[in-house]
């Protein structure tokens, strides 16, 4: 995927020189709390850049639009955050779109940014449907899943053995100025 540009962000690919901002938001309990097993809370920068190594050495065999990206703010170059798309298991066939950003840096509209930026691209890469899962409780996570206009689907605990709430978008669900 080139780089995708919005108002105030690009979002674009992991580098190993991130891992200090990279730390500021997968190092913080606030954000991991709420993140599935597999992603736990990263101890320091040195756990953090073996991470972000294996997280760049797996994005090239990764079948479009499957794969990891930072969030840059373009007025600083500042990294505030990060995104997602990957098979949500046991069953490997919904895609998950997911959005993480430092605690710092909530509250400004940066994941639905993004994440409006990420999911246009997402349906050029021939798929007809973006997931989104998040704990009842994070209601932060589920404020940005309406505002990416997700349609909220059911209640399941078919994902990780968490009780999820989860939320859809389709193609035909994009405003039509996002053609
Ligand atoms: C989920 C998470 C990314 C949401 O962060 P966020 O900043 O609230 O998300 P959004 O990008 O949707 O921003 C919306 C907020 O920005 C505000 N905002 C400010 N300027 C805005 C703008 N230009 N556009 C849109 N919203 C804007 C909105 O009013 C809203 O604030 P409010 O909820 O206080 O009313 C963040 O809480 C997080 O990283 N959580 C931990 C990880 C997590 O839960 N990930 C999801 C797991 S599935």
């Given at each position: 995927?080139?780089e995708?540009?919005?108002?105030?962000?690009?979002v674009?690919?992991?580098?190993?020189?991130d891992?200090a901002?990279?730390?500021?938001?997968?190092?913080?309990e606030k954000?991991?709390r709420?993140?599935?097993?597999?992603?736990?809370q990263?101890?320091?920068?040195?756990?953090m850049r073996?991470v972000?190594?294996?997280?760049?050495?797996?994005?090239?065999?990764?079948?479009?639009?499957?794969?990891?990206?930072?969030i840059?703010r373009?007025?600083?170059?500042?990294?505030?955050?990060?995104?997602?798309?990957?098979?949500?298991?046991p069953?490997?066939?919904?895609?998950?779109l997911?959005?993480q950003?430092?605690p710092d840096?909530?509250?400004q509209?940066?994941?639905?940014?993004?994440g409006?930026?990420?999911?246009r691209?997402?349906?050029?890469?021939?798929?007809?449907?973006?997931?989104?899962v998040?704990?009842p409780?994070n209601t932060?996570?589920i404020?940005?899943?309406?505002?990416?206009g997700?349609?909220?689907?059911?209640?399941?605990?078919k994902?990780?053995?968490?009780?999820?709430?989860v939320f859809?978008?389709r193609?035909?669900?994009?405003?039509?100025d996002w053609d």
């Amino acid at each position: 995927m080139e780089e995708l540009s919005t108002d105030r962000l690009v979002v674009r690919e992991w580098e190993l020189d991130d891992a200090a901002p990279a730390l500021a938001i997968y190092g913080a309990e606030k954000v991991t709390r709420w993140l599935t097993p597999a992603m736990g809370q990263v101890s320091d920068t040195t756990a953090m850049r073996a991470v972000l190594h294996a997280w760049t050495e797996a994005q090239p065999n990764m079948l479009p639009p499957r794969g990891r990206w930072a969030i840059q703010r373009r007025e600083d170059g500042e990294v505030v955050g990060g995104l997602g798309i990957r098979l949500l298991p046991p069953y490997d066939e919904d895609l998950e779109l997911s959005w993480q950003l430092r605690p710092d840096a909530w509250g400004q509209g940066y994941a639905a940014e993004g994440g409006t930026a990420l999911i246009r691209w997402a349906f050029t890469q021939e798929i007809d449907e973006l997931f989104a899962v998040a704990r009842p409780s994070n209601t932060r996570a589920i404020g940005t899943a309406k505002r990416l206009g997700m349609a909220w689907v059911g209640e399941t605990d078919k994902y990780y053995n968490l009780t999820l709430q989860v939320f859809r978008i389709r193609p035909a669900d994009l405003p039509p100025d996002w053609d």
